[in-house]
């Protein structure tokens, strides 16, 4: 029985610690992956940039709710730019696998930025928000410039 445990436990850290490239089946989910965190991010973060720029009305609990998703999804899509999903349905640029440093840097850029504007919206402070999400739209066109092709 303790063999058996200790054997489970062999095979389920190996599982672990096997590649990011290994989460997904083939390259094409991989992009498929990060392209669908990094677009529900988008959508949710411009309904900030929608108060922000007075497209719509003032909501603090709308912003709450959207700046957490921004936050969560920072997290998601950086896993998937595995080695090997370079090519195919994507604008990722070879840079991301060049300096890898630069573009984790980036990375954690974002979420740092997305983490802010949390603590913003929770403030209900509107100029706070505005600052925060002004810096968190930094960060995207940041990477995208560095990162995407047009
Ligand atoms: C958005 C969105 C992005 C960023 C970027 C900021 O709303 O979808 O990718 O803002 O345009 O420069």
Not at 54 to 70: L, M, Q, R, S, Y
Not at 81 to 102: L, M, Q, R
Request: charged share 25%; with cysteine.
């Amino acid at each position: 029985m303790k063999k058996l445990i200790l054997m489970l436990c062999a095979f389920f850290a190996a599982g672990a610690m096997t590649s990011a490239h290994a989460q997904f089946a083939k390259a094409e989910d991989a992009i498929k992956y990060r392209k669908s965190a990094l677009t529900v991010m988008g959508t949710h973060f411009s309904r900030i940039g929608a108060m922000v720029q007075g497209k719509v009305p003032f909501d603090a609990k709308a912003a709450v709710e959207n700046a957490e998703i921004v936050a969560n999804m920072s997290k998601l899509p950086w896993v998937a730019f595995g080695e090997g999903t370079d090519a195919g349905d994507t604008k990722a640029k070879p840079e991301i696998w060049k300096d890898g440093a630069k573009f984790k840097a980036a990375a954690e850029k974002l979420q740092a930025e997305s983490g802010k504007l949390v603590l913003a919206a929770q403030s209900g402070k509107e100029d706070a928000i505005k600052a925060a999400f002004s810096a968190t739209g930094g960060a995207c066109k940041a990477c995208h410039d560095d990162f995407r092709s047009k």
